[in-house]
């Protein structure tokens, strides 16, 4: 009997630790969208409220009116699907390689990864942006994909190579003895069921290229290429004071793609989890 309690004792800790970790993570986003819905006025009040008191859609057209949103909306979206796509299509074979073919390789590949994600943006910075002027990409939406790419592609390797180890190599082999060959085999066979991982691969990439605002502030320099985090920063002033209201109102449409397609694609990326266990 003590032990059922102590039992549901945990089990009530836990969900009171979960429900603490989701009200810290929304607080942010629930402040942000209430300051976008108001009024100048309330907006100056020594004493805020959560709920609006007057809802207004005044900062959207604010933020509309004052910045190109649209558009660097647009080189936001192509940048980060192309990271996507272009990462999701690397990584998937040397992944598979990787998992497969036990060697220093897999070693390196290993040690690579936490090396690159521990290199801050700023010591990269400099020889990222000589090398890109030598390839003439400086400015451009293909020189900001490419770095999104490299950025992205050691995180998105060691994810799948944990996806397809969970594979079972019989299957492969299976089909080895069938006659199919490598490609083959990893398109038919081993794609299928790699398909949660390569979702969950593509919809890191996808959000770390829409958020990301260093590289892009560094290497576009004209107003027609910039991205939408970098187009945030301009409902500051010259001193630092933010157009609160706009701000607010661009930095919530801002946080929408991430929001839709994620509830968009978890409920599949939860059915091809149990679907890859069954065919396992």
Same mark, same amino acid.
């Given at each position: ?86 990462? @999701?299509? @690397? ?5 598979? @390689? ?78 080895? @003895? ?103």
């Amino acid at each position: 009997m003590s032990a059922f309690r102590t039992g549901r004792a945990a089990r009530t800790g836990q969900y009171l630790a979960l429900l603490a970790y989701l009200v810290f993570l929304a607080f942010p986003f629930l402040w942000l969208v209430s300051t976008a819905f108001k009024p100048a006025r309330e907006l100056g009040s020594l004493h805020p409220a959560w709920i609006p008191e007057d809802p207004t859609l005044d900062n959207f057209r604010q933020a509309f009116g004052e910045q190109p949103l649209l558009r660097a909306a647009g080189n936001s979206l192509l940048a980060a699907l192309a990271a996507a796509l272009i990462a @999701v299509l @690397v990584a998937t074979p040397l992944a598979w @390689v990787i998992a497969r073919r036990r060697s220093r390789l897999g070693t390196a590949a290993t040690g690579w990864v936490v090396v690159s994600q521990a290199f801050p943006f700023v010591l990269v910075i400099i020889p990222l942006f000589l090398v890109l002027k030598n390839l003439h990409l400086i400015n451009t939406l293909g020189g900001l994909v490419l770095v999104y790419v490299v950025w992205a592609l050691p995180f998105a390797l060691w994810m799948l190579i944990g996806y397809v180890r969970a594979v079972p190599a019989e299957l492969e082999e299976a089909a080895a @003895v069938d006659g199919a060959g490598r490609l083959r085999t990893l398109v038919s066979v081993t794609a299928p069921l790699l398909a949660p991982g390569i979702v969950a691969t593509a919809l890191f990439a996808f959000i770390t290229a829409w958020n990301e605002f260093f590289f892009a502030l560094v290497l576009l320099k004209t107003p027609e290429k910039q991205t939408l985090p970098v187009v945030l920063t301009h409902f500051l002033g010259a001193e630092g004071v933010a157009d609160l209201g706009p701000l607010a109102a661009a930095a919530f449409l801002a946080t929408l793609p991430s929001l839709v397609i994620f509830a968009i694609i978890q409920k599949r990326i939860t059915g091809g989890m149990l679907a890859g266990a069954v065919k396992s």
